[in-house]
């Protein structure tokens, strides 16, 4: 009989999947929530009902980092350890951001859609004229783990300038890191390419609003790989219809996965990735073994 057991709803890598079942019985039924030991979750929440209910739970276990979906609160009241994996997939958002900057600097996307509905192949070229990344100024909000690696492709890969605005971090650090420290105002004004890598707090919300918006040159790129909710997506629509800024794209939405209702969808200086940014081999094998062993560790205490 093994000693713990976890409510898994979602798919996890093979490896982790098969150390977990070395010590744990496994239930997708949310109605054993009464009888588990540990929850691990991906996208799903975590509710205080939910934790109300789980009288034997000891740990929550997010694969990947950004526990909005978890009512820490509850959490703590009820004494249950959250644990999460905060390195495992930072290489593969901050490589994702490149991806899309890169991506949408040069229309790559829009290319291939007109290409395929260009049935007598008269594509514009000159309608699809981009900008190069090299020296251009990247701009980060939010200059933790995330941003720190977009920033250094950006700096060794294009030479580019970084600006950071990000009210927790010294000027001395920025300093350390060859990033220079701005108040968003001064970043939004200024960078070619402007990144969002923030957690989702009250403070957040709506950080990127439509004033911000209006601050940005006609030519950048906003990129959002943060979560839903930090861009106004109203605002982010007006910007990009009128062009006041040159195109953007994101991984995260309000309402996920984004379909044909949302109206940024149908614009052609808009790119959607459906919550991708930790979507590679590598990170979800690291995610995938972290979680287990931080739950286990939690669970032998
Ligand atoms: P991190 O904690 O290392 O960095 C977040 C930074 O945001 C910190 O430096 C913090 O000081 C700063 N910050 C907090 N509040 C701020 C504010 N009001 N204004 C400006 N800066 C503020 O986190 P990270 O690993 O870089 O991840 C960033 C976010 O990316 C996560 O919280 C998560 O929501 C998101 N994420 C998305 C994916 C994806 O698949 N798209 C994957 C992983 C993480």
Not at 230 to 240: C, G, P
């Amino acid at each position: 009989m093994k000693p713990f057991k976890i409510l898994l709803t979602e798919h996890i890598d093979v490896n982790a999947m098969k150390t977990l079942e070395e010590y744990c019985t496994i239930t997708q039924d949310v109605n054993e929530i009464d009888v588990v030991d540990g929850i691990i979750i991906r996208a799903e929440k975590v509710t205080r009902d939910m934790i109300a209910k789980a009288k034997n739970l000891k740990v929550i276990g997010k694969h990947g980092v950004g526990y909005d979906s978890i009512d820490i609160k509850a959490a703590k009241e009820y004494g249950i350890n959250v644990v999460y994996t905060p390195q495992a997939n930072i290489q593969s958002v901050g490589e994702l951001i490149i991806a899309l900057a890169m991506n949408m600097a040069r229309n790559v996307s829009l290319s291939f859609e007109r290409g395929k509905q260009d049935k007598n192949k008269t594509i514009a070229p000159k309608e699809l004229t981009g900008y190069q990344l090299s020296k251009k100024t990247f701009g980060i909000v939010g200059a933790g783990k995330i941003s720190r690696i977009a920033a250094t492709i950006a700096k060794q890969g294009f030479n580019m300038e970084v600006l950071a605005y990000d009210p927790y971090i010294s000027k001395e650090e920025c300093d350390q890191l060859g990033i220079q420290k701005v108040d968003l105002d001064l970043l939004m004004t200024s960078a070619d390419f402007v990144s969002i890598s923030v957690p989702l707090t009250e403070n957040t919300t709506h950080l990127i609003n439509e004033s911000k918006l209006q601050l940005m040159k006609p030519s950048a790129i906003l990129i959002n790989t943060s979560r839903g909710g930090v861009v106004d997506e109203e605002a982010l629509y007006n910007a990009l219809i009128h062009k006041h800024i040159y195109a953007a794209a994101s991984d995260v939405f309000v309402k996920e996965p984004p379909t044909s209702e949302n109206k940024l969808l149908s614009l052609e200086n808009f790119v959607a990735t459906p919550h991708i940014g930790a979507n590679t081999h590598e990170a979800m094998a690291l995610m995938g073994s972290t979680v287990v062993n931080e739950v286990l560790l939690v669970l032998r205490d």
